[in-house]
């Protein structure tokens, strides 16, 4: 499987950032408290989901998705955040590059999964890609 490593690097930006985006959750500061803490909530969610998902993946491959944490941290693209407060625009400018990441991650996943003619792997791409350009479009109009 070409996409091996891709996948893996993904699944491993998506184990930090379940962890990260609880960091941001628990510990923004603000105005748009709330708001803001109920997005990053929603967040987290679909990055677990999408975790999970990317690890049946290999299953259906006849793989072993990568689990451990050492692992994940040896292979994440996705920076950790040190626990303190964090401001509004420090929470979006952070969700933002992550999500900058992510979707150029699934893009790339994506094309070599169209050159193996593999539309399993290609379909998922499609979705996540989907989601990151939607969310990164909230993003823009959040912060005017």
Request: hydrophobic share 45%; proline share 1%.
């Amino acid at each position: 499987m070409k996409n091996k490593e891709n996948l893996n690097r993904y699944l491993s930006n998506l184990a930090i950032l379940v962890t990260k985006t609880h960091n941001l959750h628990w510990n923004v500061v603000g105005a748009r408290f709330k708001a803001i803490h109920e997005y990053t909530e929603s967040l987290y969610d679909y990055y677990f989901e999408k975790f999970d998902d990317v690890a049946e993946i290999f299953k259906m491959k006849g793989e072993y998705p990568l689990a451990k944490v050492a692992d994940y941290l040896k292979h994440a693209t996705v920076k950790e955040l040190d626990v303190k407060d964090f401001t509004i625009p420090e929470v979006v400018a952070s969700i933002k590059e992550d999500m900058e990441l992510m979707l150029a991650d699934a893009r790339k996943i994506r094309e070599v999964a169209n050159e193996e003619d593999d539309f399993l792997v290609a379909n998922m791409m499609e979705d996540h890609i989907e989601y990151f350009v939607k969310q990164l479009w909230f993003i823009q109009a959040m912060s005017k």
